[in-house]
């Protein structure tokens, strides 16, 4: 649970909730625009390619009710934390320890979202079904690279 006292000037950016509705957040900064992750990882998690956009930790207020529900691999201490709704079983959030961001995935926030799809990253992970034609975003066989994945940053024309 992540929680924060706004002032009156601060505006909500963003909306969005699980299936069920039992977890829902609000974003109250700028979002990172959305990359699309082949990694083996997020392709169980969420069932294929995962979409994710971001915010800063302190800019994202959650309500779950005792729902949302984060899993780390047991084995991999430093790794990710990735939280879902206990109820619905929605994929919601990915959490980096060492990063002062949220992941959060984008089929969760309400429309419009005002983001664009940037990248696809970790490609080389995707598995034989998946098609990563010329589609014009920018490919990653691996992680995306510093600039692209720890800044949360407007869209241009947001
Ligand atoms: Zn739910
Ligand atoms: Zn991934």
Redesign the pocket.
């Known amino acids: 649970m992540i929680s924060k006292t706004y002032g009156p000037g601060e505006q909500v950016r963003a909306r969005g909730r ?6 829902s957040y609000e974003v109250r900064g700028p979002l990172r625009p959305i990359l699309i992750c082949h990694c083996a990882d997020c392709r169980r998690w969420h069932g294929y390619a995962c979409a994710t956009t971001a915010a800063y930790d302190k800019d994202v207020v959650i309500s779950d009710s005792g ?1 949302l529900t984060w899993y780390k691999k047991p084995s991999r201490e430093k790794l990710p934390s990735r939280g879902f ?1 206990a ?2 079983g ?1 994929s919601l959030f990915w959490k980096a320890p060492e990063r002062d961001t949220i992941s959060i995935a984008a089929g969760t926030l309400k429309p419009p979202s005002g983001l664009r799809v940037v990248a696809r990253i970790f490609t080389a992970d995707a598995s034989d079904y998946e098609v990563i034609g010329d589609d014009g975003l920018a490919h990653f066989e691996h992680g995306a690279p510093p600039e692209i994945a720890a800044l949360p940053l407007e869209p241009p024309g947001a």
């Not at 699980?18 to 977890?23: D, F, S, W």
Request: with cysteine; charged share 0%; glycine share 10%.
């Open positions: 699980c299936l069920c509705g039992a977890v729902l709704c109820q619905c929605s």
